[in-house]
């Protein structure tokens, strides 16, 4: 866990721009200056701003001068590349956790790329059978006065060229890939009604080339349909690069009504990737990305978020990054053999039970090895073992009608086969816990709490800081914690300072859970959880000190 430094952000960002401007404005030694001119007086320059590196000043009396204003505009960020990794943004001076980087509304969305039924107007789910169509161009709505709303109108010609009705979904039924090409005619439209966004399309990194050669259906189909059917006047070469642009870059948000659609930011594209991200992204009420750190990040570190979820296995991470982003993750957690301790995807020794089998590189097809007995299996094999104990405890009924005593065996048995932060004992502990909500005993409360807080400690490894998803989990291991005691102590066997102190540690995970979905954007949907966890901290508090004064009941 970070230290949470305590500072009020006033306190901490005159610390930023005294350091800013004392020891930051040096110039590297090989930046061009002879083209820039003093952002102040014009004269040439010999000194850029450290924060930004985007303003220019011929010394630092006019840099001093200059900061009142330029404070407003100097990013906390910038944006670098390199060969293997691409243009991608960094910390240009150190970022204290929580802080917020940025928000931007999306340049364009639309559908999911396979999606089921879908309003082209408002992109809420589709209903039923009896649904409305557009007049024009025949694709399904939610409504019929959704054919005038603006986002449609951009596609709407274009699309009802289709006189053959070959791309509108015909009927309710399966996700289908005839959505894929709505976001790329929005994306493409850009190019006749906003050149400086159409130049940021262009700008982003594309795969097209991949998709191509690979031959994959739903980009070929799509081009095509767009291309031929649709006879869009563009040349192919650039509907395939801004398709593959739009699946390297675009990502997943929710509607207001829950229904999956995805968005195009200018600046959050240029978000690299880590399984372990240190930004944290929302979507506020208003529909803009806020884009917030989630631990504190020195200057200079890239700025990661997560395109994978950060609780998949390795294999799946890697394979979704290989065929989809089109390069190997080489981040902490997929260069070190542990998963930074936590040996999420590997099994115990099947020979000498005392170790885990580590993957020897992390490529696919790679082989696991026991670093005790020398045991090695391939790839494939440790991947059908752990698949076929996933499939036993990924249904959502696998623990129904079991008692606390058999749950509790099951997860044991996990146990002894995984290490106790595997993703199989994070499906079965998840799965378990909903099913130990419906059931009020001691003993259940008691393998609540302990389930809650074991999952803390694994989510504060793969996701550490202020993630909205470890908020939930510190609330929930709070509450847990919470119920616990206040069990024990109804049923009279409680000693003291152990209530005590597990209050305690409850108040502690409470507050941060407070203060973690605190950090979400007003009216987002974690606003009332925020209300929840600071409620349960005063029912906390005011248990510990019945408790302190002797005169103790639990509410
Ligand atoms: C959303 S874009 C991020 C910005 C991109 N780097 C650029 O140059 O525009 C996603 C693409 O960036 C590259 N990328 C992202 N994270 C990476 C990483 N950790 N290592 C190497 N390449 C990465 C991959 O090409 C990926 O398909």
């Known amino acids: 866990m970070k230290d949470k430094g305590g500072h009020s952000s006033s306190a901490a960002d005159s610390h930023h721009h005294c350091k800013h401007l004392d020891a930051e404005v040096e110039i590297p030694k090989n930046t061009m200056v002879a083209s820039h001119a003093c952002g102040v007086c014009g004269t040439e320059a010999a000194l850029v701003c450290g924060g930004c590196s985007s303003v220019f000043y011929c010394g630092k009396e006019h840099q001093k001068?200059?900061?009142?204003?330029?404070?407003?505009?100097?990013?906390?960020?910038?944006?670098?590349?390199?060969?293997?990794?691409?243009?991608?943004?960094?910390?240009?001076?150190?970022?204290?956790?929580?802080?917020?980087?940025?928000?931007?509304?999306?340049?364009?969305?639309?559908?999911?790329?396979?999606?089921?039924?879908?309003?082209?107007?408002?992109?809420?789910?589709?209903?039923?059978?009896?649904?409305?169509?557009?007049?024009?161009?025949?694709?399904?709505?939610?409504?019929?006065?959704?054919?005038?709303?603006?986002?449609?109108?951009?596609?709407?010609?274009?699309?009802?060229?289709?006189?053959?009705?070959?791309?509108?979904?015909?009927?309710?039924?399966?996700?289908?890939l005839r959505y894929d090409s709505i976001l790329l005619l929005r994306c493409l439209s850009l190019r006749s009604n906003r050149p400086s966004d159409w130049e940021t399309m262009l700008d982003m990194v594309s795969h097209a080339g991949h998709y191509q050669k690979a031959q994959d259906t739903v980009h070929t189909v799509t081009v095509r349909y767009v291309k031929e059917v649709l006879k869009l006047d563009l040349d192919s070469d650039t509907i395939h690069q801004v398709r593959g642009a739009i699946a390297a870059n675009s990502i997943e948000i929710r509607n207001v009504d829950g229904t999956k659609i995805r968005a195009v930011y200018p600046r959050v594209r240029l978000l690299n990737h880590a399984c372990t991200p240190n930004v944290h992204l929302t979507s506020t009420k208003?529909?803009?990305?806020?884009?917030?750190?989630?631990?504190?990040?020195?200057?200079?570190?890239?700025?990661?978020?997560?395109?994978?979820?950060?609780?998949?296995?390795?294999?799946?991470?890697?394979?979704?990054?290989?065929?989809?982003?089109?390069?190997?993750?080489?981040?902490?957690?997929?260069?070190?053999?542990?998963?930074?301790?936590?040996?999420?995807?590997?099994?115990?020794?099947?020979?000498?039970?005392?170790?885990?089998?580590?993957p020897q590189s992390w490529v696919n097809q790679t082989t696991w090895e026991c670093d005790n007995c020398r045991t090695e299996r391939s790839d494939t094999e440790i991947q059908e073992h752990v698949r076929e104990w996933e499939e036993r405890f990924s249904m959502d009924d696998v623990f129904s009608q079991k008692s606390v005593k058999q749950i509790k065996k099951m997860i044991d048995c996990i146990e002894s086969e995984f290490h106790a932060r595997h993703?199989?004992?994070?499906?079965?502990?998840?799965?378990?816990?909903?099913?130990?909500?419906?059931?009020?005993?001691?003993?259940?409360?008691?393998?609540?709490?302990?389930?809650?807080?074991?999952?803390?400690?694994?989510?504060?490894?793969?996701?550490?800081?202020?993630?909205?998803?470890?908020?939930?989990?510190?609330?929930?291991?709070?509450?847990?914690?919470?119920?616990?005691?206040?069990?024990?102590?109804?049923?009279?066997?409680?000693?003291?300072?152990?209530?005590?102190?597990?209050?305690?540690?409850?108040?502690?995970?409470?507050?941060?859970?407070?203060?973690?979905?605190?950090?979400?954007?007003?009216?987002?949907?974690?606003?009332?959880?925020?209300?929840?966890?600071?409620?349960?901290?005063?029912?906390?508090?005011?248990?510990?000190?019945?408790?302190?004064?002797?005169?103790?009941?639990?509410?």
């Open 423 to 555: 993703h199989v004992w994070l499906t079965a502990a998840q799965a378990a816990l909903r099913e130990l909500k419906a059931i009020d005993t001691e003993h259940s409360l008691h393998l609540r709490a302990e389930l809650w807080a074991k999952l803390l400690s694994l989510l504060s490894v793969l996701e550490p800081g202020l993630s909205r998803r470890r908020g939930i989990v510190l609330l929930e291991t709070g509450i847990a914690l919470l119920d616990e005691a206040k069990s024990e102590h109804e049923s009279g066997n409680a000693f003291v300072p152990q209530l005590t102190e597990r209050l305690q540690v409850a108040a502690t995970h409470l507050k941060e859970a407070a203060h973690i979905l605190g950090l979400e954007p007003p009216g987002s949907q974690s606003a009332p959880l925020a209300s929840k966890a600071q409620e349960k901290v005063v029912t906390t508090e005011n248990f510990l000190t019945r408790l302190q004064e002797g005169g103790v009941r639990a509410e």
């Open 65 to 176: 001068q200059h900061w009142g204003s330029h404070r407003k505009e100097c990013l906390p960020y910038k944006v670098v590349a390199s060969p293997e990794a691409g243009k991608y943004l960094i910390a240009s001076r150190r970022l204290r956790e929580g802080q917020v980087l940025f928000q931007e509304f999306p340049l364009m969305m639309g559908p999911v790329s396979v999606s089921p039924l879908v309003c082209l107007g408002c992109h809420c789910a589709i209903e039923g059978t009896d649904f409305p169509r557009c007049p024009e161009c025949h694709w399904p709505l939610c409504s019929s006065a959704c054919a005038s709303s603006s986002v449609h109108r951009i596609e709407c010609s274009v699309l009802a060229a289709d006189t053959r009705r070959i791309g509108p979904p015909t009927s309710q039924g399966p996700p289908t």
């Open 286 to 358: 208003e529909g803009a990305m806020e884009v917030r750190t989630a631990v504190s990040i020195d200057k200079g570190e890239p700025l990661y978020i997560c395109y994978t979820g950060t609780t998949l296995p390795l294999w799946d991470r890697q394979r979704i990054l290989n065929d989809m982003y089109f390069f190997r993750c080489e981040c902490n957690r997929c260069t070190d053999p542990t998963e930074l301790g936590t040996h999420y995807s590997s099994p115990k020794c099947p020979e000498c039970s005392s170790r885990y089998l580590k």
